[in-house]
């Protein structure tokens, strides 16, 4: 449903997110170029660590109203009664809820949840307000919300975009994460007590405020690597200049990742493409600026190796 100017104001309290930090590997200065060894088990680590390392904890009464608030100022308001387990029977006593907020570029890769939307079968990319996942459990048990109930939550922005709408997990997989529109969720903004959309999410699991990029003159995109890498041990992503999007391309064969002819990216954006793989344990990238030609094909000459912290700086550093 597309953004409406209201207001609404919801309380909140404050937690802190404890995130893992590692000592990062001794880092050799030689580039690399042609390099077998990268490792596919140490890339999915790498995603799996920093998704476990995201989620926030909290606990709340099923009978009451309750009011919960992320480390990076999400907040999500249940109402009582909301919650239902697997059998369609009412849930009291205590409920856990977890929490993940994605709200940029950096965490997008480091989770690797990208920011591409089903458009009409063709898979497109998102302008992202912020990524979430809304988990609830009982006992270890998966609970889910009531037919008809839905909860609230609070999503802070620098600035109110009238274009934002509501998304939920389109893919099975989190691991090729992909969003479908939903036409029925309620998002507005409050653009006197500070910025922020408001939304009606009426699906637990991962949720997103976002609106698609310009749709004209959409091409394929291939990335070609250098050898050794591969569509198991390494990660592609494009990061697009000046908009909070990032996507990722997972399609591969013989030495190319490629968008193929479901999923196509805007000609003309300027861009950051970003290969990602891990070297007996130490990350290894490439970061290339260019902008987006019919039937764009990015030559990847080699990957250079670097730390978690320096990488988080470069992607953190990305227009």
């Known amino acids: 449903m597309k953004l409406k100017s209201l207001l609404l104001i919801i309380l909140g309290v404050t937690i802190t997110l404890t995130?893992?930090?590692?000592?990062?590997?001794?880092?050799?200065?030689?580039?690399?170029?042609?390099?077998?060894?990268?490792?596919?088990?140490?890339?999915?680590?790498?995603?799996?660590?920093?998704?476990?390392?995201?989620?926030?904890n909290f606990t709340i009464t099923a009978s009451s109203p309750a009011l919960i608030t992320g480390n990076k100022g999400t907040t999500l308001q249940f109402y009582a009664n909301s919650f239902e387990n697997g059998a369609g029977s009412s849930i009291t006593g205590n409920?856990?809820?977890?929490?993940?907020?994605?709200?940029?570029?950096?965490?997008?890769?480091?989770?690797?949840?990208?920011?591409?939307?089903?458009?009409?079968?063709?898979l497109s990319p998102l302008i992202s307000g912020g990524e979430f996942k809304v988990t609830a459990?009982?006992?270890?048990?998966?609970?889910?919300?009531?037919?008809?109930?839905?909860?609230?939550?609070?999503?802070?922005?620098?600035?109110?975009?009238?274009?934002?709408?509501?998304?939920?997990?389109?893919?099975?997989?989190?691991?090729?994460?992909?969003?479908?529109?939903?036409?029925?969720?309620?998002?507005?903004?409050?653009?006197?007590?500070?910025?922020?959309?408001?939304?009606?999410?009426?699906?637990?699991?991962?949720?997103n405020c976002d609106y698609f990029m310009n749709q004209q003159n959409q091409t394929s995109v291939s990335v070609d690597v250098?050898?050794?890498?591969?569509?198991?041990?390494?990660?592609?992503?494009?990061?697009?200049?000046?908009?909070?999007?990032?996507?990722?391309?997972?399609?591969?064969?013989?030495?190319v990742f490629n968008t193929g002819t479901y999923y196509t990216i805007p000609q003309g954006f300027a861009v950051h493409f970003i290969v990602l793989a891990f070297?007996?344990?130490?990350?290894?990238?490439?970061?290339?600026?260019?902008?987006?030609?019919?039937?764009h094909i990015e030559i990847i000459s080699a990957l250079t190796a670097t730390t978690l912290a320096q990488l988080a700086i470069d992607i953190q550093n990305l227009p």
């Open 226 to 255: 250098p050898d050794g890498f591969s569509g198991t041990n390494c990660g592609v992503f494009v990061s697009f200049d000046g908009y909070n999007s990032l996507t990722s391309i997972y399609n591969y064969s013989n030495g």
């Open 19 to 56: 995130s893992c930090k590692k000592k990062d590997p001794e880092v050799p200065n030689t580039p690399v170029g042609s390099q077998p060894g990268a490792s596919a088990s140490q890339l999915i680590n790498f995603f799996a660590g920093n998704n476990t390392a995201a989620k926030q």
């Open 137 to 207: 459990s009982q006992g270890g048990n998966e609970v889910y919300l009531k037919q008809g109930y839905s909860y609230i939550a609070k999503v802070p922005t620098s600035t109110v975009d009238l274009n934002m709408e509501v998304f939920y997990q389109n893919s099975i997989s989190d691991d090729t994460l992909t969003w479908s529109q939903n036409d029925t969720a309620e998002i507005w903004g409050d653009t006197i007590n500070n910025p922020q959309y408001n939304v009606n999410f009426g699906s637990l699991g991962w949720v």
């Open 279 to 295: 070297i007996n344990n130490v990350p290894h990238t490439a970061i290339v600026p260019a902008t987006i030609t019919a039937n």
């Open 95 to 122: 409920v856990d809820i977890e929490l993940i907020e994605i709200y940029g570029k950096k965490d997008m890769l480091f989770l690797n949840k990208q920011t591409l939307g089903d458009n009409n079968g063709i």
